[in-house]
């Protein structure tokens, strides 16, 4: 405020947020059903996919038998990573080793869970009974699970063009630090382990895509914690500009960081 303004000048004061309890003014509408979750979204024409998944931790996929899956009812699609080849795979930043990362996995699954197919039909349950009828043969390859035995010169490669599974290393120089241990009265060396991480909302993820052929416009309806990250990283995964994706977010059940990027069931 300069020495010319007044209070007055500066209109109505505004409350103070920041030390106050601000009341809540969502929690009615949530707690009495009327929220609007994924979940609840039906647009006209949608069709559910349902997806076949790796059980094996690391395997060579041999051979894929789709026929059946194809002629199950109500199906209008079977699609293999093979028929995804010109879509982009899911961005990842950093000053990491970033190994190929399809929508679907080609050639050799990575873990338990790989999405291998993708099976299309008129309802979730007709799409979940056709992915039923998918028969993919796997030859199982050496898996490591262990990160401390993963580091070993010998363990098995999670990605083939990698010389290490190490992904990213880092070191810092904080100065003194064998002197101060050196001079030290005593000295403990302690090993820690720390249990499994994972963020477990009561909503998983899910999307919703819609595209307009004769605008080339892309719209994602995600249960997502930042809209503006999916669409950059949808945008160079589809390899199209930003303005031609629109991600909108409906209430979303729970995230805890897990829904904060993109990933493989996004982009597919």
């Known amino acids: 405020m300069t020495e010319a303004e007044t209070v007055e000048d500066r209109g109505p004061e505004r409350p103070r947020l920041v030390g106050t309890s601000v009341r809540r003014i969502e929690d009615e509408r949530l707690i009495t059903g009327a929220g609007a979750y994924l979940e609840d979204l039906r647009i006209p024409g949608m069709a559910d996919v349902a997806l076949v998944r790796s059980p094996h931790a690391h395997a060579t996929i041999r051979a894929m038998r789709l026929e059946a899956a194809r002629a199950a009812p109500g199906v209008i699609a079977?699609?293999?990573?093979e028929d995804l080849r010109d879509v982009g795979d899911v961005p990842v930043g950093g000053n990491l080793k970033i190994p190929e990362h399809p929508p679907l996995t080609r050639g050799t699954v990575k873990f338990v869970g790989d999405p291998v197919v993708a099976v299309i039909a008129e309802t979730r349950v007709l799409a979940e009974d056709a992915a039923g009828l998918v028969e993919v043969d796997y030859d199982p390859l050496p898996a490591v699970v262990d990160p401390r035995e993963a580091l070993a010169d010998d363990a098995p490669r999670v990605h083939a063009q990698?010389?290490?599974n190490v992904v990213f290393s880092a070191e810092m120089d904080t100065g003194g630090v064998d002197e101060a241990f050196a001079a030290a009265e005593h000295r403990l060396a302690v090993h820690v382990g720390h249990a499994r991480v994972a963020a477990l909302p009561m909503e998983t993820r899910g999307?919703?895509?819609a595209f307009d052929a004769e605008s080339g416009q892309y719209t994602l309806w995600l249960g997502t914690q930042?809209?503006?990250?999916?669409?950059?990283?949808?945008?160079?995964?589809?390899?199209?500009?930003?303005?031609q994706v629109r991600v909108i977010t409906p209430d979303v059940g729970g995230a805890f960081g897990g829904k904060m990027t993109a990933y493989r069931e996004d982009i597919l």
């Not at 079977?78 to 990573?81: A, I, S, Y």
């Not at 990283?233 to 303005?243: H, N, Q, S, T």
């Open 207 to 209: 999307g919703i895509g």
């Open 226 to 243: 930042a809209a503006w990250i999916e669409r950059t990283d949808l945008a160079k995964a589809l390899g199209v500009p930003e303005e």
């Open 162 to 164: 990698f010389d290490s």
């Open 78 to 81: 079977v699609v293999t990573g």
